[in-house]
């Protein structure tokens, strides 16, 4: 089990402007954590969090592989949150640090889902590993489908599980074009 | 943050901005220098990963002139440690990335760079 990190930075008035992480088990660290040692036998260099909220995910995830965390978010108040918790959680060789939000536009899931499957397979590595934490209202199998009969990329469900008030699901999928970053974390 | 490690991975994304665009130039930059341990496999992984030319230019750009025009063959202590310094150690607190070929600026507030776009601007 990854060490839970320092959240002590954060208030219930931070909690009103960026996502509030669902306790130690989130299921997004569950499912990469199940997968370290595959992770850690890809070699990855780069992993790149969108949406990252509180920051808490990659920060999390830093401890058990040190690795250049590229963290952005469209809310600015998510931007100050990731790298606070980065700040406070400074023992950490490769701390995340917050990138403005790389698209505008709408935040509903679909539009969102819509442009990264138009990115993600040139984003991703040789050995590049994707992970989506998709709700059930983003309509999963639809999203499943399109990833294939579009894009080619067969997806796996690795997790699917309430997680508060919410019906989560982490997609998998790996990259095969060459490229740059080698794990990419996506929050719809 | 905003370190050259990241910056060397940055490049302009304007609806029809394809060539020319990276790297960004910095621009009325406020930088702090902070210690970050030293891994050399970590520096020694890294490197397949980074564009040469632009990471040397813009870390002469920034007042370090450590890192040798051309990429050595031989990774040896010094190398990596200076290495290490500009990808890891530098950080561009203030000031703005603009973009060589639409002239796009990203600004720098607080280490964090915002890479948003207008409506218009987004492919
Ligand atoms: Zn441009």
Not at chain 1, 148 to 177: C, M, N, P, W
Not at chain 2, 61 to 85: A, I, R, V, Y
């Amino acid at each position: 089990m990854i060490p839970t990190p320092d959240l002590s930075h954060l208030t219930s008035k931070d909690y009103n402007l960026v996502y509030e992480p669902a306790g130690p088990h989130l299921p997004l660290l569950d499912a990469l954590e199940a997968d370290l040692e595959t992770l850690k036998g890809a070699e990855p260099r780069i992993c790149l969090e969108i949406g990252s909220g509180s920051g808490c995910v990659s920060t999390f995830f830093a401890r058990a592989l040190v690795l250049l965390y590229i963290c952005t978010d469209i809310n600015p108040h998510a931007n100050r949150a990731t790298q606070a918790t980065g700040r406070q959680n400074r023992r950490l060789q490769r701390r995340p640090g917050g990138i403005g939000g790389a698209w505008a536009g709408g935040w509903d899931g679909m539009e969102v889902t819509n442009k990264f499957l138009e990115q993600v397979e040139g984003l991703l590595s040789e050995n590049g590993r994707f992970y989506l934490v998709a709700l059930k209202q983003n309509n999963v199998p639809e999203i499943r489908e399109r990833m294939l009969q579009r894009f080619q990329l067969k997806s796996e469900i690795v997790i699917e599980r309430r997680a508060g008030r919410e019906y989560l699901y982490i997609l998998h999928t790996s990259g095969r074009d060459r490229h740059r970053v080698d794990m990419k974390m996506w929050h719809l | 943050m905003v370190r050259l490690i990241t910056h060397n991975l940055l490049a302009c994304h304007v609806k029809g901005c394809n060539a020319n665009n990276f790297p960004l130039e910095f621009r009325n930059v406020e930088l702090e220098i902070r210690e970050a341990e030293f891994n050399p496999d970590f520096v020694k992984g890294f490197l397949p990963k980074i564009e040469w030319k632009a990471l040397v230019d813009t870390a002469r750009q920034l007042g370090d002139t450590s890192l040798p025009e051309e990429q050595p063959e031989m990774l040896d202590d010094d190398f990596l440690k200076n290495l290490h310094h500009v990808l890891l150690e530098i950080h561009v607190e203030e000031g703005a990335m603009v973009c060589p070929n639409c002239k796009h600026e990203y600004p720098i507030a607080s280490g964090i760079p915002n890479m948003l776009l207008a409506e218009h601007e987004i492919a």
